[in-house]
């Protein structure tokens, strides 16, 4: 996961267009997915550990598998107001704030209970 630079052009209607140096992300994360044991309750044809009619609620969280997603993505940003001239308008300037990228990294998603096989 790498930055890269970019030319960006700030405009709006009836301002003199700004170029501004700012950065991407691009590159590639990895992802996970580990299987975990389905428990006692799991066997062949028992009822073995089950809570029929008890209301007990089975610990499905210790069951789930492990899934891990990460993606490129800015991990430090700055904010960056730029001055346009607009000399046909009053006031004859424009602010526009931008978010410029300092830095990526690969970063985490929760994917947990989304895609179950």
């Known amino acids: 996961c790498k930055t890269q630079p970019l030319r960006q ?5 009836g301002c003199r267009s ?5 950065r991407f ?10 299987p975990r044991h389905l428990g006692p309750s799991s066997g062949h044809g028992q009822n073995r ?29 700055t ?7 607009c000399p046909d308008l009053q006031p004859p300037f424009r602010h526009r704030k931008v978010q410029r ?8 998603v929760d994917v947990s209970g989304h895609g179950k096989l």
């Open 9 to 13: 052009t700030i405009s709006e209607e």
């Open 49 to 77: 550990g089950q809570a029929s009619g008890s209301g007990r609620k089975s610990h499905n969280k210790a069951q789930e598998p492990f899934q891990s997603c990460s993606f490129c993505r800015p991990h430090r940003i």
């Open 25 to 34: 992300c691009y590159g590639q994360c990895n992802s996970f997915y580990i």
């Open 101 to 108: 990228v300092k830095q990526c990294r690969c970063m985490s």
């Open 79 to 85: 904010q960056l107001t730029v001055q346009l001239d």
């Open 18 to 22: 700004r170029t501004v140096v700012n």
